[in-house]
């Protein structure tokens, strides 16, 4: 059974760069037919996918995310990490990573139990 | 991007009866090539992570009960829930995927009446 568990600082101050890497259990992160992503909650709000990663390190980015954003994998450790730089308020949210379909089927059939990230001063 | 909208925001019914969630999306997720619409569902429980439902808008992810289903195509797509169940209060979304970046509805919150 495949599981995903982030991980990552839950408290940040303005300005700093949140973090975090989810760890893949019970299946190969280097699978030809997955990429791998990362997708946040604010509290009590919806879904915004962020990045998402091929092994090869191909690599999807949310243009409005673009520009402070980083996704990277280290498939040794059968990880994959996020970089979220100069954060606000406005990036608290619960951030989930799951396994996301590489060929037409992108849709995320497999999620971590997500982590928050608290961003305050 | 493609937007989408998901209506209604809350819904309430009662055990037994039929739900029916509605998502729009402001540019067609068909493609010729396959036919196919590119367009999810999503179940999200409090405290818990999304679970995926359906995908290619009407086929069920294996282990879904068949009381629910996916229909529409082009840009009008719908999520029934045939008889609603106490389990099925949460949270769903629908999700395009016919190109990045991905994007959800807001989320359509169903409870009991």
Request: with cysteine; glycine share 8%; net charge positive.
């Amino acid at each position: 059974q495949l599981q995903l568990q982030e991980s990552g600082p839950g408290l940040l101050k303005p300005s700093e760069t949140l973090s975090l890497t989810c760890t893949v259990f019970g299946g190969s992160i280097s699978s030809t037919s997955y990429y791998w992503g990362w997708i946040r909650q604010p509290p009590g709000k919806g879904l915004e996918w962020i990045a998402s990663i091929y092994y090869s390190g191909i690599t999807y980015y949310n243009p409005s995310l673009k520009s402070r954003v980083n996704i990277s994998v280290d498939t040794s450790k059968n990880q994959f990490s996020l970089k979220l730089n100069s954060v606000t308020a406005a990036d608290t949210a619960v951030y989930y990573c799951a396994r996301q379909g590489a060929i037409s089927l992108r849709t995320f059939d497999y999620w971590g139990q997500g982590t928050l990230v608290t961003v305050s001063s | 991007d493609i937007v989408m909208t998901q209506s209604p925001d809350s819904l309430a019914v009662s055990l037994g009866e039929r739900a029916t969630i509605n998502c729009k999306s402001s540019q067609s997720v068909l493609k010729s090539s396959n036919n196919k619409n590119y367009l999810a569902w999503y179940q999200q429980k409090p405290g818990q992570p999304p679970t995926l439902l359906i995908y290619w808008a009407s086929t069920r992810e294996s282990g879904v009960p068949d009381r629910f289903s996916g229909s529409g195509s082009g840009t009008d797509f719908t999520l029934t829930i045939s008889s609603l169940q106490a389990e099925d209060v949460a949270v769903y979304y629908c999700q395009h995927y016919y190109s990045s970046p991905y994007t959800f509805g807001q989320g359509t919150k169903l409870e009991i009446k």
